[in-house]
T-cell receptor, first 118, second 117 residues
Framework: AQTVTQSQPEMSVQEAETVTLSCTYD???????LFWYKQPPSRQMILVIR??????QNATENRFSVNFQKAAKSFSLKISDSQLGDAAMYFC???????????????FGRGTQLTVWP | DAGVTQSPTHLIKTRGQHVTLRCSPI?????VSWYQQVLGQGPQFIFQ???????GRGNFPDRFSARQFPNYSSELNVNALLLGDSALYLC????????????????FGPGTRLTVL
């Protein structure tokens, strides 16, 4: 079974500080992709960053970076220099890269609500 | 370019009724996926359609059905509504339907908030 677990229902951070959101996943696939999505109160699901499982180098997008530990099946998101606009629900998600009946299916965690304090 | 659009934005129904939700993908995208997001949880996969054919189905009862039209827009239908069907229904479009060896990003619409009373 393919599952995604986010163990932190809520996190908070002071503006300009750094925060790390945790995610673990379980899969028997060798080829897959991992994502962090942001869902603000507007409900629009926005892709923050993605990581290809075959790449050893951790993905980085401006203030957002990941720590991908393939053997441990861990995929954490680090937000540096946090801004008020980063406040949102963050979802970790996984999609298998191999062909099969679950093509195109994203598996999501339950989310982590991030609060940013001024 | 216009993003994924969904209609209606909000909907209130009573138990036992039927509902139809609509989704228009980004121009040039041929795949549409539907997700159900119950309050406090992550989205759950319902269906994926590609080139008007069902390519994937999640663990949802037969009361849920969908279809994709020649212009690649899609409808999600839910019959005999239950209180537990109250959720945000998200539509996502992607250029292709096959994950293959290269990533095929899914772009999400703003969702339809369904309330069943």
């Amino acid at each position: 079974a393919q599952t995604v677990t986010q163990s932190q229902p809520e996190m908070s951070v002071q503006e300009a500080e750094t925060v790390t959101l945790s995610c673990t996943y379980d899969t028997s696939e060798s080829d897959y992709y991992l994502f962090w999505y942001k869902q603000p109160p507007s409900r629009q699901m926005i892709l923050v960053i993605r990581q290809e499982a075959y790449k050893q180098q951790n993905a980085t997008e401006n203030r957002f970076s990941v720590n991908f530990q393939k053997a441990a099946k861990s995929f954490s998101l680090k937000i540096s220099d946090s801004q008020l606009g980063d406040a949102a629900m963050y979802f970790c998600a996984y999609i298998p890269g191999n062909r099969g009946s679950t093509l195109g299916r994203l598996y999501f965690g339950r989310g982590t609500q991030l609060t940013v304090w001024p | 370019d216009a993003g994924v659009t969904q209609s209606p934005t909000h909907l209130i129904k009573t138990r036992g009724q039927h509902v139809t939700l609509r989704c228009s993908p980004i121009s040039g995208h041929k795949s549409v996926s539907w997700y159900q997001q119950v309050l406090g949880q992550g989205p759950q996969f319902i269906f994926q359609y590609y080139e008007k054919e069902e390519r994937g189905r999640g663990n949802f009862p037969d009361r849920f059905s969908a279809r994709q039209f020649p212009n690649y827009s899609s409808e999600l239908n839910v019959n005999a509504l239950l209180l537990g069907d109250s959720a945000l229904y998200l539509c996502a479009s992607s250029r292709r339907g096959l994950a293959g060896s290269s990533y095929n990003e899914q772009f999400f619409g703003p969702g339809t908030r369904l309330t069943v009373l």
